[in-house]
């Protein structure tokens, strides 16, 4: 085929009397038309048969791993092989070496760039194969591949260069060690994200679907991504905070995940109590008392532990007794262990903070068993709204500054 559309042709038309001009730009138009019809239907063949027929098999097969490869086109891009190949393999029938080697050049780097393009395709398809298996949550590669990507990515741009200037690409690699330091800060970020990558995997101290906190970076919400430069996170109103992966390792964050995973959910939140409501039970406040189911059997343990420690006669401020604040607490205490959403196994304590000019701070600090955002917040509430309404029953107040009808009250 070569020598009919080559040298033959060529002779064919000086001896039919066309001078040897006009002979070499025939028979390099006729075999220009000839190549692309050839490169044209093997184009169709690739696409509409090929391509077709490798679609219904895998469409057909049960493993995952092919419908991922077919949904990223990896099979057609490497169809596009087929005509460039063959315009490349058929440059030398053009009997012109400037023309000749133009279309030989230009077939050559379109291959490249084809080898480039069907390089990232297969290594975006490796990644989602990747992500379907159960270490992917843990282990994301994501980073990997995009360092694996700049390298063919250089290794393709060097070869261009090679083709277009006519030099070795081994010399252009040594050339290139002179611009080390101008490529050390231009991917500067690229080669402190890969650094932190590896600590971040190896560390285990995020992954993708944790829920971690960065209020230096207004970042409060779920990692739906993590790259080689950057950490998505999907903050609870739903816009989406780019973080640089290096900031990861450089700065503090929080990760969510062994709340996530402990089973419940922390509670820590205090009242204050107005200190000059505090003060010992009397007698009917004892007998009020002794009625609250929940406190029943403590009201009677500890009324016959003091009976039996105070002495007769001895005057009252020598004598054991008990507090409304401490009945108070104590009630909290058997509250939460008798509410089905409070976790029995996790920390649990109410506890008085230290005293200030705002009141007798009393801290509940518990664990819920919900950790839905939503239901988290619903029983914190009922908690709270319950604890409110029955501190009058304790002959005890919140404290709150005055507001205005405080100080309308005073002026009337």
């Known amino acids: 085929m070569k020598e009919l559309l080559g040298v033959q042709l060529k002779n064919w038309l000086i001896n039919e009397g066309i001078t040897e001009y006009w002979a070499v730009i025939l028979q390099s138009a006729i075999a220009a038309v000839v190549v692309i019809l050839i490169a044209w239907l093997s184009d169709f063949i690739a696409k509409k048969i090929l391509i077709a027929f490798i679609t219904r098999v895998v469409r057909k097969t049960k493993t995952h791993w092919d419908d991922i490869l077919l949904e990223r086109k990896v099979f057609n891009k490497i169809s596009h092989f087929a005509p460039a190949l063959i315009i490349y393999s058929s440059a030398s029938l053009i009997d012109h070496p ?4 133009f279309i030989e050049n230009g077939a050559y780097v379109y291959m490249v760039v084809l080898a480039i393009m069907l390089l990232d395709t297969f290594l975006n398809a490796s990644n989602d194969i990747y992500n379907t298996m159960p270490v992917s949550k843990t282990r994301p590669i994501k980073g990997y591949i995009q360092i694996v990507k700049i390298f063919f990515y250089a290794l393709g741009i060097i070869a261009i260069i090679a083709v277009l200037f006519d030099k070795n690409p081994l010399t252009i690699i040594a050339g290139m060690g002179a611009f080390a330091a101008v490529i050390l800060l231009i991917f500067k970020d690229t080669i402190l994200g890969f650094v932190a990558s590896i600590q971040l995997s190896a560390n285990k101290m995020v992954n993708i679907g944790d829920w971690i906190s960065m209020p ?4 409060d919400g779920t990692v739906i991504d993590i790259s080689l430069n950057t950490v ?12 640089p992966t290096y900031a990861l390792v450089s700065e503090s964050f ?3 995940k062994g709340m996530e995973e402990s089973g419940g959910r922390r509670i820590k939140r205090h009242l204050n109590i107005d200190v000059k ?19 029943q059997d403590y009201m009677k ?15 009252p401020v020598n004598q054991r007794r008990l507090t409304n604040v401490g009945t108070f607490r104590k009630y909290i205490e058997a509250y939460l262990q008798s509410h089905p959403k409070i976790h029995k196994n996790m920390t649990f304590l109410v506890r ?9 701070p009393i801290e509940i600090y518990v664990f819920s068993n919900d950790q839905a955002w939503a239901n988290y917040e619903a029983i914190q509430a009922d908690i709270f709204d319950h604890i409110f309404a029955i501190v009058p029953e304790f002959n005890l107040k919140v404290f709150q500054n005055p507001t205005g009808d405080d100080f309308q ?3 009337n």
């Open 98 to 101: 400037s023309w000749s080697n």
């Open 277 to 295: 409501s505090i003060h010992f039970l009397s007698e009917e406040d004892i007998n009020k008392f002794e009625k609250i189911h929940l406190i």
């Open 352 to 360: 008085q903070l230290q005293p200030s000019e705002k009141g007798l």
């Open 409 to 411: 009250k005073l002026m």
């Open 301 to 315: 343990e500890k009324m016959e532990e003091i009976r039996s420690a105070n002495p007769e006669g001895e005057i």
């Open 232 to 243: 998505k996170v999907q903050n609870w109103d739903k816009t989406i905070s780019t973080i």
């Open 216 to 219: 230096s970076k207004g970042a």
């Open 254 to 256: 929080n990760n969510w």
